[in-house]
């Protein structure tokens, strides 16, 4: 029986050339990464700064296993909460305009944490069509009624919100600042404008906004000018670490405390990685040459895709995706690449809608502009030679 579940699944995944595979790499230097003996250009990381490598913030891990060690040893509730991981908490708060700051082992479990402490039957959750697959996780496992909004469109979103109005639970509205497959901004100001109105909270996951945009890299909230009820910031993509954090006011960090089971009854990350991130939102800080080298990337890798015979869509963020269509043609892209030392993933359904797979191309400020010319050049000779192999 389970022998054939497990092979009728993995039929279907093969027959769509959607079958996953991990490739492992043999380590990275911020700007290359090392694959079957192979370097190639790593255009596909969501390290944007290269602080992922930044001696700073190896230093900060390094030096701070003498005092802490290498494990927490515990659930920040039993013994894993140290020092370090309260100064990084208070920093973070202070940082970002916050009550409190809380620390989550990922992204991925903070949106578990909140949503499912949170939200109860009764309550409206209503999402950003595109959300993140963390969030539409605990959405659909929510005893809260569940609704999505055409992506960004705010006119959806005042119809869904008004469906709420009478009614006496609570309402929970969550996008994100930069959508991670499209690369896109939210309408912040509008939408915080209208869970104001409805009397709904707003929920910010700015996993990709952190680090590159606002004041500092304080973030999207920051660029649009606004204050979520709740934001969630995650560590493994600008930050170049790992771990994510939830910003509230005290009474719902209070709340959290009590009863996020992700945050209790899970070991906190060390607190090596605490001061790792404590060194690396300190470059994040004084990052104004990382992020304007960064802009500088994007402006030029626009420029030369510009031309392409492929969908390149507005995205002004370090994510910038080509639309490929069909799963065989985003493989092709990506493997025709990687051959030519180019290391781009296709990105296909159901991480993203059906007949959009993709390349999820990723600029960082650690490009030089010879990559970015060696990538364009590439897809360019891609689409000569499939145009004229039809
Ligand atoms: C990556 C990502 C997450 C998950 O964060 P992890 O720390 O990698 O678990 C959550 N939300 C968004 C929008 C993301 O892009």
Redesign the pocket.
């Given at each position: 029986m389970w022998h054939t579940f497990l092979s009728e699944r993995l039929q279907q995944a093969r027959g769509q050339d959607a079958v996953r595979v991990r490739e492992a790499n043999g380590g990275a230097d911020g700007r290359t990464v090392l694959i079957n003996d192979q370097r190639v250009i790593n255009f596909s990381g969501?390290d944007y700064l290269g602080l992922s490598r930044h001696p700073a913030v190896i230093r900060a891990w390094c030096d701070s296993t003498a005092q802490f060690g290498v494990g927490s040893g515990g659930s920040g509730h039993v013994t894993g909460y140290t020092t370090a991981h309260q100064s990084l908490e208070q920093m973070l708060a202070d940082w970002l305009g916050f009550d409190r700051a809380i620390l989550f082992v990922?992204?991925?479990?903070?949106?578990q944490a909140v949503i499912t402490a949170l939200m109860q039957a009764g309550d409206h959750l209503i999402c950003d069509k595109l959300?993140?697959a963390?969030?539409m996780e605990a959405a659909m496992h929510s005893p809260a009624e569940f609704t999505r909004f055409h992506h960004n469109d705010t006119n959806h979103l005042s119809t869904r919100l008004h469906r709420t109005q009478h009614d006496s639970g609570k309402a929970l509205v969550i996008t994100?600042g930069i959508?991670?497959m499209d690369g896109d901004t939210a309408p912040l100001l509008e939408i915080r404008t209208l869970t104001r109105q409805h009397n709904s909270w707003l929920m910010v996951?700015d996993?990709?906004g952190i680090g590159v945009c606002g004041a500092e890299g304080k973030g999207s909230c920051d660029a649009a000018g606004i204050h979520p009820d709740i934001l969630?910031v995650?560590?493994?993509?600008a930050v170049g670490v790992?771990?994510?954090a939830v910003l509230c006011n005290a009474q719902t960090a209070d709340y959290l405390t009590q009863y996020a089971r992700h945050l209790i009854y899970s070991t906190t990350f060390p607190a090596a990685q605490t001061c790792a991130l404590y060194a690396a939102i300190q470059e994040i800080q004084r990052g104004d040459h990382l992020r304007e080298r960064l802009a500088d990337n994007i402006h030029t890798f626009r420029q030369q895709a510009a031309h392409l015979p492929l969908q390149l869509l507005p995205s002004s963020s370090a994510i910038q995706p080509l639309i490929a269509g069909d799963n065989a043609t985003a493989l092709a892209l990506s493997h025709y690449l990687q051959a030519r030392g180019l290391w781009v993933k296709a990105i296909r359904p159901p991480t993203v809608p059906p007949g959009t797979a993709r390349l999820r191309i990723t600029i960082t400020s650690a490009h030089q502009k010879a990559d970015i010319t060696l990538l364009t050049e590439a897809l360019d000779a891609f689409c000569c030679q499939y145009r004229s192999g039809e």
């Open positions: 969501n990922s992204g991925f479990s903070a949106n959300a993140h963390s969030i994100e959508f991670s996951d996993a990709h969630i995650t560590f493994g993509k790992s771990g994510a």
